[in-house]
């Protein structure tokens, strides 16, 4: 089975992560089995906006983005051209290392 290094960046000045991520795991499952902090209010289905991300490197091996994700991202907060869901970024066969940038995370409450 397929392992590649996925390389978190934060905007809010926490230090690089990089995280080892098996074929068939998406960058939540990764993120959230490291304690990286990324909602995901539908737990993960392509059902909401909360667990968008940036691509910075690696996009173009990733599943390709369906209609209903696209839908999503764009009511994310400042969707932009690298945009994803990191629920839906499932590493497969051909995935290279990837850079994900998560943007800053507001919590309910705050
Ligand atoms: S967790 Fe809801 S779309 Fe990813």
Redesign the pocket.
Known sequence: MKAINITFTFQDGQPDQTHVAAEGESV?DVALNNNIQLQ????????????HVYIEQGENDLPEISDAEED?IDRAENPRINSR????CVVQGGTSDLVVRIPPQHFLGH
């Open positions: 939540l995901h209010n539908c737990g993960g289905v392509c059902g909401c906006s909360t667990c999503f869901l990191a629920c839906q």
